[in-house]
């Protein structure tokens, strides 16, 4: 299907048959969807396979370093709010080296959309061990398996009080299409994190062990329950899958910060200099 | 009569010695004296021993010095702090007993007539009176002063003070240090600045619109200025959660058409290196306030020095140009502060403002100047649907656009790209794209700030940064004719025409508030012998007084 963002790529920096084709494909068709516009989307990235994906997309692009999408997208839309900014990287991008601004982001609520691909393992660097690998886990350095508590994101950002909170599945393409149309529409930060088979380097949690072990959250299920939300984001094995968390309604940082300093929405480069002000202001140093 | 007086104030964090040093400067530039104020203070929240020196003149004075004409410790850990500084001839305030001191002693118990009136906070306001009367002005303006800052019981009780104060110094009969005002009363009317004011002011004029920071000392005062500022000017203020995304979020607010500063020390710049790089490559303009201290590490961490230029200029991975930049003194940290802006816009570079301790938070006179009303030149570009955010020019310089500005997608990234903006590992573009960004060092360099030689003497005395004002009182004082002054304030990347000066044969001295000689060396590289270098790096200025001293040995020298 051909959308709006399309980019004719002659090389793609990805395995055959990788989990973000699908997750490129699946987003470039919910923007055309919801009928943005390319012109006025940025998505912004850091480093690693996953942070590949704006440059296969026709879009504004800002593919900046490992681990700091996150504070660069916020900049990029306190600038100009009008935007539509997506941060997006993998699981040791965002959760790992980036993990204090993602504790921040959330904090901040930034309108913009935070796409994770989560295949807990580092693809780029050859299959080490990522903040969401399980333990247990085998790698070239944790060769006795992964020692350590995998890093729960969802967890993290529904004790943060997260704007808005999804889990997906790469290969659950209608599902994953409807929470990133969601994500989209929504106004504040959402953490969209999206369970991704690595099939070069992450034997264990392969497509058929992904797609036994999420399930999708029943109509029934109430995302602004927080403490009910929270209890869902701490089980396993199988992993809920859909909108695990809705905070109640507050404020963007961006509008925030105009407030605070008594400006505008339009962007920052229309705005002036007011040298009155300036000489008025620097004639009480007298 | 002197030609001018120096008046240290010491006391613990909490004494109020920052409202004596508010009271006195106020006053004494009112009355009509040309006032300099610096501080040095312990890395203390309270108590410590900290001191604040003024100097007032008929002549401007612009430079801290060593030795101490009247000493009003406030405690007594103080005094010892700063017995070094105190003479035979230092006037002493102070209960008799209370220190031993070779020095002429006021005996005079402050606390106590400040108790005796309410409240030993005010022993503060008492001494300012004192001072004040002693150097012969009216305490008509001090209780004005007060006036303006303080109201109801708090203002009552400062007024006694300084009635309490007033009199003592007249019952002093003599006017010891009793100097003459500038009569001209030009120097009431200008301005009283410090360095962070200096940059605070220089970037609105730039164009700031945003401003994202960790808070770390000395730089934070710019921090909390803009925030100040930000409501009668329009500035987006963040405090981020770390000197990275500091960086990070004034990166993408550039790239999003904004005009982002951060402000750091040398710690914080070390996180920002990654940052810089990025803006490097991507040829995405930044501006960083660094106003350094005393490494490595935590080093002297409420402290001054001139260790981190070598840091701004080579911090980051990889060749890419920037400039650097050190102003001497606040009329140039605004200067050079509005023209950080318009420089790292119209080259696409990041731009370091490299300020000190020292120079931030000292007070300098400063002459009243018209700011140039120019709105921030546009540098930005409407694109078209074929734009290419690094296409290939002959001056290295590729048109910017921004997001949502036309009809062209902006494309921007951290791998060696093609014009268009895309990922590459092809040799050619990379060769075509490193070579034109390092192409715009040609046109930046003709930018550079010549300095303007004062005197025409065959031996060059050289500084750079917040020595500027020292190392030009030091030479006035030892007077010798064959010396001549030159100060850098533009630090890089040099340019040959302000290296040709210091090719003709002449001595070269260079003053540098550091261990290495930092400067000098970068000189050296360029080629230009150095024959003698006076170091300091012990976390304080250098002081007119005491480095006049070292010229004077230093020029015996040479013959």
């Known amino acids: ?286 | 009569m002197k030609d001018s007086v120096s008046v240290l104030i010491g006391g613990s964090a909490g004494q109020g010695i920052a409202s004596i040093e508010t009271l006195l400067t106020k006053g004494f530039k009112r009355a009509g004296f040309y006032t300099f104020s610096t501080k040095e203070f312990m890395s203390r929240i309270r108590g410590g021993s900290n001191t604040t020196l003024i100097r007032i003149s008929k002549r401007p004075v612009n430079a801290p010095v060593f030795g101490v004409d009247i000493f009003v410790p406030l405690d007594t850990d103080s005094y010892y702090h700063a017995k070094a500084r105190i003479g035979q001839e230092t006037f002493l305030i102070a209960k008799k007993g209370d220190f031993e001191c070779d020095c002429t002693l006021y005996d005079h118990d402050l606390p106590a007539l400040a108790k005796s009136i309410g409240s030993p906070i005010v022993s503060n306001t008492i001494a300012a009176a004192l001072v004040f009367g002693l150097l012969g002005c009216d305490v008509g303006i001090l209780k004005e002063i007060v006036t303006e800052l303080y109201q109801d019981e708090i203002l009552e009780m400062n007024l006694k003070a300084l009635d309490i104060g007033a009199a003592l110094a007249e019952n002093n009969g003599q006017c010891r240090y009793c100097i003459e005002p500038n009569l001209s009363d030009s120097a009431a009317n200008d301005l009283f600045l410090s360095g962070t004011e200096g940059v605070g002011f220089g970037s609105i004029a730039g164009g700031c619109n945003f401003i994202s920071s960790y808070p770390m000392s000395p730089s934070t005062g710019v921090l909390t200025f803009l925030a100040k500022q930000s409501k009668n000017f329009g500035i987006c203020v963040e405090q981020a959660e770390d000197e990275i995304a500091a960086f990070q979020m004034g990166l993408g607010v550039w790239y999003s058409g904004g005009r982002a500063i951060t402000t750091t020390s040398g710690g914080g710049f070390a996180l920002m290196g990654e940052g810089v790089s990025l803006s490097g490559i991507t040829e995405t303009p930044m501006v960083v306030y660094l106003a350094q201290r005393p490494g490595p590490a935590t080093g002297l961490p409420t402290r001054s020095e001139q260790g981190d230029l070598e840091l701004s200029i080579y911090s980051g991975h990889g060749e890419f140009p920037r400039i650097v930049l050190a102003p001497g003194d606040p009329r140039e940290c605004f200067d050079l502060a509005r023209r950080a802006f318009e420089l790292a816009d119209m080259y696409q570079v990041p731009v370091i403002i490299l300020s000190d301790q020292y120079l931030a938070d000292s007070y300098f006179h400063t002459e009243q100047f018209t700011i140039n009303p120019e709105q921030p030149a546009q540098h930005i570009i409407k694109t078209d649907a074929d734009y290419k955010r690094y296409s290939l020019s002959d001056n290295g310089i590729s048109p910017r656009g921004v997001p949502g500005y036309g009809e062209g997608l902006v494309l921007v990234d951290s791998d060696e790209h093609t014009q268009e903006g895309l990922i590459t590992e092809s040799m050619s573009v990379r060769n075509e794209q490193n070579g034109k960004r390092l192409k715009k060092i040609e046109l930046i360099s003709e930018e550079a700030i010549v300095p303007e030689a004062e005197g025409e003497g065959e031996i060059i005395v050289l500084g750079w940064g917040s020595t500027k004002h020292i190392i030009q009182e030091a030479v006035e004082r030892v007077g010798d004719e064959r010396v001549s002054v030159i100060h850098f304030s533009w630090v890089h990347p040099l340019s040959e025409s302000q290296l040709a000066p210091l090719r003709e044969g002449k001595q070269i001295v260079v003053v540098e508030n550091n261990a290495t000689g930092q400067f000098a060396k970068l000189l050296r590289i360029h080629g230009i012998a150095i024959h003698a270098q006076i170091l300091k790096s012990d976390g304080l200025p250098f002081f007119a007084d005491e480095l006049s001293e070292q010229l004077a040995s230093a020029l015996k020298e040479i013959r």
């Open chain 1, 1 to 286: 299907m051909s959308t709006r963002f399309d980019r004719i790529v002659e090389d793609n920096a990805w395995c055959p048959g990788c989990g973000n084709f699908s997750i490129l494909a699946h987003l470039k068709e919910a923007l055309d969807e919801m009928g943005l516009d390319p012109l006025q989307s940025v998505v912004v990235s850091g480093i690693g396979q996953a942070a590949k994906t704006p440059q296969y997309m026709s879009v504004h692009m800002f593919n900046g370093l490992h681990g700091r999408a996150l504070p660069l997208a916020q900049g990029v839309k306190v600038a100009n709010p009008s935007l539509t900014v997506i941060a997006e990287g993998g699981d040791g991008d965002m959760y790992g080296e980036g993990g204090n601004h993602f504790i921040s982001a959330i904090r901040r609520n930034a309108d913009i959309i935070n796409i994770v691909h989560n295949n807990m393992v580092y693809g780029l660097t050859k299959g080490q061990a990522s903040p969401t690998s399980q333990r247990g886990f085998k790698t070239p350095v944790q060769t006795e398996g992964v020692h350590v508590e995998p890093f729960n994101p969802i967890a993290t950002a529904i004790s943060l009080d997260a704007s808005l909170v999804i889990r997906t599945f790469s290969g659950n393409k209608e599902h994953c299409k409807a929470m990133l149309k969601i994500a989209i529409e929504h106004k504040g930060y959402v953490l969209i994190d999206i369970f991704q088979p690595c099939i070069t380097f992450n034997k264990t949690n392969t497509f058929k062990w992904f797609r036994d072990n999420v399930y999708e959250l029943p109509e029934s299920y109430d995302p602004t329950d927080k403490v009910n939300a929270f209890g869902k984001a701490l089980e396993s094995h199988p992993f809920s899958i859909g909108v695990l968390y809705k905070s109640p309604s507050k404020a963007t940082l961006e509008d925030i910060l105009r407030k605070e300093s008594r400006m505008d929405a339009r962007p920052l480069f229309s705005h002036q200099v007011d040298f009155h002000a300036l000489s008025d202001e620097m004639d009480k140093y007298i």
